[in-house]
């Protein structure tokens, strides 16, 4: 059993080794310092050179691929027509994952396809989340129809894409 000694020396050590951070203060390097080593050309251009295209712009390439009008998208989508003039927009706009998906979904889009969609806005499908596995396992057997994919989250109890 530990005793009043015990959490009285485990005090002064977690002190004396908070201590230790706490008391360096003074930054490693200065703000000057770093603008030497990168300087504002080189990160211009390195952004330049890699940065992708826009979520708005990956989405409104698929969808001219398609063919389809504005209104068929987001109806297959379950998205309101609101919610899809935001998107349209506002090019800084960037709807949830769940969104998204249901967005490539009714494009038909391949697995490759939604991968780029969902990279474009900050996101990805992850082989550890169930909800993901189900959405890759559905666009792999080429299941695009929205409430037949909520179907197959449901059997999992998981939470539907959209509505």
Excluded: W
């Amino acid at each position: 059993m530990l005793n009043n000694d015990f959490f009285m020396k485990l005090q002064q050590y977690v002190e004396r080794h908070l201590n230790q951070f706490i008391t360096y203060s003074k930054p490693i390097f200065t703000e000057s310092e770093i603008l030497k080593e990168v300087s504002e050309n080189e990160l211009g251009n390195f952004i330049k050179k890699n940065r992708k295209p826009s979520f708005q712009q990956v989405l409104f390439s698929f969808i001219d691929k398609t063919g389809a009008s504005d209104p068929e998208i987001y109806n297959k989508a379950g998205i309101d027509r609101k919610h899809f003039s935001k998107i349209r927009s506002n090019p800084d706009y960037r709807p949830g994952k769940n969104a998204i998906i249901a967005l490539a979904l009714a494009l038909k889009l391949s697995k490759k396809e939604t991968d780029k969609l969902l990279s474009s806005a900050g996101f990805s499908f992850s082989d550890s989340n169930t909800s993901d596995l189900v959405v890759q396992f559905c666009l792999e057997k080429k299941v695009y129809n929205i409430h037949d994919v909520n179907q197959a989250l449901d059997y999992f109890s998981l939470k539907p894409l959209i509505g």
